[in-house]
T-cell receptor, first 113, second 108 residues
Framework: DAGITQSPRHKVTETGTPVTLRCHQTENHRYMYWYRQDPGHGLRLIHYSYGVKDTDKGEVSDGYSVSRSKTEDFLLTLESATSSQTSVYFC????????????FGPGTRLTVT | LAKTTQPISMDSYEGQEVNITCSHNNIATNDYITWYQQFPSQGPRFIIQGYKTKVTNEVASLFIPADRKSSTLSLPRVSLSDTAVYYCLNTNAGKSTFGDGTTLTVKP
């Protein structure tokens, strides 16, 4: 998981509370991504960033917001957590627009009760 | 980005060559074909990427026919540690749509 950390690694929260997940990279890559993965399924893109303060939506962005104030940090916020947002969240980075995502973080397991 | 279609599962034995085929009938002109490997409780790991014809690296080969509507990941001489889920994706500008992947089980 070269140069990518996620915090927290595990979190249990109650429905309706706000939650922020953090992704930190030391690779100085321009592109950062947030994915979620539900049991038995592949990853789904939530949001991505192509530079500081530059973000865009993925295929499952409803209920999530992101911010990127520094190259190395990409935050994912659940404004009001719901049980359907119980999932494993992965952060990823890539060097350039035409390059594949080749580094994923270790994941954050979020449980909303 | 269109989703791809892969077999749900495959079994193999140690030392065999494994070929996993993926269908991507709706691939766009600018899409690349990318394969990832994922172990339980870990993030996906990039294996290989190609646009057309054949690509080979130190762990796998990727075969893409001229119409690009399918691709085949070839893993030479698999070992027990290759047991994992393998995802085929169409990738554009770094963005990828994951399907449900192929669970490869390598038996001794």
């Amino acid at each position: 998981d070269a140069g990518i950390t996620q915090s927290p690694r595990h979190k249990v929260t109650e429905t309706g509370t706000p939650v922020t997940l953090r992704c930190h990279q030391t690779e100085n890559h321009r592109y950062m991504y947030w994915y979620r993965q539900d049991p038995g399924h592949g990853l789904r893109l939530i949001h991505y960033s192509y530079g500081v303060k530059d973000t865009d939506k993925g295929e499952v962005s409803d209920g999530y917001s992101v911010s990127r104030s520094k190259t190395e940090d990409f935050l994912l916020t659940l404004e009001s957590a719901t049980s359907s947002q119980t999932s494993v969240y992965f952060c990823a980075i890539s060097e350039g627009r035409e390059l594949p995502v080749n580094d994923f973080g270790p994941g954050t397991r979020l449980t909303v009760t | 980005l269109a989703k791809t279609t892969q077999p749900i599962s495959m079994d193999s034995y140690e030392g065999q060559e494994v070929n996993i085929t993926c269908s991507h009938n709706n691939i766009a002109t600018n899409d690349y074909i990318t394969w990832y490997q994922q172990f339980p409780s870990q993030g996906p790991r990039f294996i290989i990427q190609g646009y057309k014809t054949k690509v080979t690296n130190e762990v796998a080969s990727l075969f893409i026919p001229a119409d690009r509507k399918s691709s085949t990941l070839s893993l030479p001489r698999v070992s027990l540690s290759d047991t994992a889920v393998y995802y085929c994706l169409n990738t554009n500008a770094g963005k990828s749509t994951f399907g449900d992947g192929t669970t490869l089980t390598v038996k001794p």
